[in-house]
């Protein structure tokens, strides 16, 4: 009943100051449009990127290496001995992980886990007299797919024909505009061990990526180990789980249960992800500046009213309003300019989204057109709307709190 | 109504105002004003007179002294408690009208309803109309207060002070804004509020016209009672 009188005068005290009202109520849309926008954009482009680093490369990889380096046995039987020697060195050791697939077998038996043996290595790819560095990886194509976004990415032939052709290989869009290398074209491979094999381009990729497109070579596991002199080794084992999520917990289990070194993607990209939250408070707070401002404009129009109807005020008391009546008054002033800022701001959020989302651009280095990545969630609208609110009623709490101080004695003594 | 105590009653109020030189105000008022007296309060300006009135009407507070409101002590009644009883039992009266400009004359006249919260939407607006109409000015019951006449508009605001049906209407100087005719309109109301409706009405005044024509007529000079006249 009581909230009736105090939200009808409130409505009438705003539309009565009607320009003022609509440019603060301006103010907190734009603040919540922009709001919206803003952190769609960052939001979409960390969810984007993350979605990149867990889907293009594999959750975790475990490498033929040691977090730390092996003991000799003599330190680690006498601990406490007596007699120092100097410049010994760490036990030495086959590089390689030893006993793959056994490895292997034991993670595909688990749910969700797909595990795959991989040899890399260098090498040279030379045609027609001219040579480019590239990166071998020696892989099982069935599971690669799972793994990588390579197949995905493939432009003429594919992974699946390195299984068909015999010493096959896949190469980089780059490589092959440099090489002038084409489809079932045969290079020449030479390893660093002077080993040299005559392979055929069964497939190319272009992943946009520069590094990637010019010295990536794959094929497979075992003409790898044949090229690089490594055989029955694998350095890499590349494992997709079904919750990217878990993956560090995952990679500790592994690295405790076989010894090798197993990163997660976190882990690798720890620097990363460390720069989100830096980002993330640069954004918010220039968002929340935008609202401060916002919130001045709503101050000013609340102090405004309060100013000028003090004699309204005297006269609401001396009828029998309370002093919280008349704060509760403002307040709603505050919180009609809050909330119908929040529905406009809602609004042009959504309007700058749709012109956001039609931006089309190129990155120099990738073919596509590029549209920047949304996220259209329901959390930034929330969010918006909740520091409208907030930094309305907030703006108005102190002007209420002045308006519900004025003695009426004062102002009436002093109108008459 | 009238069980022996009058219906307001100050004992001994003082009201000293704490500016850098302390103002009294009004000084030791034994006054008592019964159901349905129609008094008048006059005296020079700065006499007190409107200060007193505040205290009666329990917009301000003495400093020493006690208000008496239909029997019951006031002192020591916080603010809201005041509110609460100036909405049921006190209509007020000024020199300015104030009424709300954004809201039309009848919804000005509903807002101590309003807040009272007793009536229907439906019950209020027909309270309202018919007050604007007993004050003669019920064709004007749609009309914002600026297109009133200042006359009419001092109706408005004695009928927004009938809202809750009180049982005291305090003016403070209802007429000075008025002419003669209109002056003469707003006494008649009150005299009328008495004589018909039995309510007690005080107001202050420096009209020698508007004071001879109520029952009682209390005389201020420098915060106290200099007379105090029942005719």
């Known amino acids: ?416 | 109504m009238s069980d022996g105590h009058p219906l307001i009653e100050a004992r001994g109020v003082s009201r000293i105002l704490q500016e850098t030189v302390p103002v009294m105000l009004v000084r030791d008022i034994d006054i008592g004003v019964g159901h349905g007296e129609f008094v008048s309060v006059t005296g020079p300006s700065g006499s007190g007179k409107s200060s007193l009135l505040y205290l009666l009407g329990l917009l301000d507070v003495p400093t020493s002294g006690s208000v008496f409101l239909d029997g019951e002590d006031t002192t020591g009644l916080d603010a809201d408690a005041l509110a609460a009883m100036r909405l049921r039992k006190i209509g007020f009266v000024f020199q300015f009208h104030f009424l709300l400009p954004e809201f039309s004359v009848v919804q000005n006249v509903m807002l101590p309803m309003r807040r009272l919260g007793r009536q229907s939407e439906a019950e209020m607006t027909e309270r309202g109309h018919k007050l604007l109409d007993e004050l003669d000015i019920a064709d004007q019951a749609k009309k914002r207060p600026d297109q009133l006449s200042g006359g009419q508009r001092q109706r408005v605001a004695i009928a927004r002070a009938l809202a809750n049906d009180p049982a005291l209407i305090l003016a403070d100087e209802p007429t000075g804004n008025l002419d003669s005719k209109n002056s003469e309109i707003v006494q008649e109301i009150f005299a009328k509020l008495v004589r018909e409706e039995g309510r007690t009405v005080v107001a202050v005044t420096h009209e020698p016209g508007f004071a001879e024509a109520t029952d009682r007529n209390i005389h201020l000079v420098d915060g106290r009672v200099d007379r105090d006249t029942k005719r």
């Open chain 1, 1 to 416: 009943m009581f909230w009736q009188v105090a939200i009808s005068i409130a409505a009438a005290q705003l539309l009565h100051r009607r320009r003022q009202t609509i440019v603060s109520t301006l103010g907190v849309a734009l603040g919540v449009g922009f709001f919206i926008a803003t952190s769609s954009v960052m939001s979409g482009s960390e969810n984007d990127l993350v979605q990149r680093l867990v889907n293009n490369s594999p959750h975790i990889t475990m490498k033929d290496e040691f977090r730390t380096a092996a003991k000799q046995p003599i330190f680690v039987a006498m601990p406490d001995a007596t007699v120092k020697l100097t410049n010994t060195k760490p036990r030495e050791y086959l590089r390689g992980i030893k006993n793959y697939g056994a490895i292997i077998d034991e993670l595909s038996q688990q749910n969700d886990v797909i595990a795959e043996a991989a040899l890399t290595g260098q090498a040279i790819v030379r045609y027609a007299s001219k040579d480019v560095g590239a990166s071998i990886a020696g892989i099982d194509p069935e599971k690669e797919r799972y793994l990588t976004t390579v197949e995905r990415d493939m432009r003429e032939g594919s992974l699946m024909r390195l299984k068909t052709a015999s010493q096959g290989i896949v190469i980089g869009r780059g490589m092959s505009a440099r090489l002038g290398l084409g489809m079932d074209d045969l290079a020449t491979v030479v390893s660093p061990t002077g080993l040299v094999r005559r392979m055929k381009v069964v497939g190319i990729f272009s992943t946009g990526n520069l590094l990637l497109d010019e010295g990536q070579v794959y094929m497979l596991i075992k003409d790898a180990q044949v090229l690089l002199d490594k055989p029955f080794i694998a350095n890499r084992i590349r494992i997709k789980i079904g919750d990217p999520d878990q993956a560090e917990s995952f990679a500790a289990r592994i690295e405790s249960r076989w010894g090798y070194r197993s990163e997660s993607w976190q882990e690798v990209n720890r620097d990363f992800l460390g720069l989100f939250v830096i980002r993330n408070t640069i954004t918010y707070s220039i968002v929340g500046a935008i609202m401060v401002v916002a919130s001045f404009g709503i101050f000013n129009i609340i102090s405004t009213i309060v100013m000028e109807k003090r004699r309204d005020i005297a006269i609401l008391m001396s009828m029998g309003f309370r002093a919280y009546d008349i704060q509760a008054i403002f307040l709603v002033q505050g919180a009609v300019v809050g909330i119908v800022g929040m529905l406009l701001g809602w609004c042009i959020g959504l309007v700058l989204l749709q012109m956001l989302a039609s931006i089309e651009f190129t990155i120099p280095g990738m073919s596509e057109k590029q549209h920047i990545v949304l996220d259209r969630g329901f959390f930034q609208f929330a969010l918006g709307g909740f520091f409208s609110l907030v930094s309305a009623v907030g703006a108005a709490w102190y002007p209420a709190r002045k308006a519900s101080q004025v003695r009426p004695v004062d102002i009436i003594r002093g109108a008459a």
